[in-house]
């Protein structure tokens, strides 16, 4: 499972759809961070292709990763440019894979990068 979630990344960083077939279930839901919902590997790959005409990866690093039965948990820290502007922040996505190992359902959640100490050391 995580070389799957490392192949999907990649995918990103490479602008690469066609790493991205048989990644996804057909009836796959993949929830964004900040809100979107795509349902089934046509949404995905639509919008995939729809984002990367404004925006590139440059760099998705997995710093953990945790499985149990058919779910992958990967922590990472995900770094972009939008329109000309440079954003990264920390996150982590929950993966469920089906038998033959496609992704059926995957959230992804964000913590901002910048981190402090409200009550001191």
């Not at 995918?11 to 796959?28: P, Y």
Request: with cysteine.
């Amino acid at each position: 499972m995580e070389e799957i979630i490392r192949k999907y990344f990649k995918a990103w960083i490479d602008k690469d759809a066609d790493a991205l077939r048989g990644i996804f279930s057909e009836d796959a839901v993949y929830s964004e961070c900040w809100g979107p919902e795509y349902h089934g590997a046509a949404q995905i790959l639509q919008w995939f292709s729809d984002w990367n005409t404004k925006g590139d990866v440059l760099e998705w690093t997995i710093k953990r990763t945790m499985a149990h039965e058919r779910t992958l948990v990967a922590e990472w820290y995900f770094k972009c440019s939008w329109e000309g502007s440079v954003d990264g922040f920390d996150g982590a996505t929950i993966a469920d894979f089906d038998d033959d190992d496609r992704i059926v359902r995957l959230c992804e959640y964000k913590s901002d990068p910048e981190h402090y100490l409200p009550y001191g050391e």
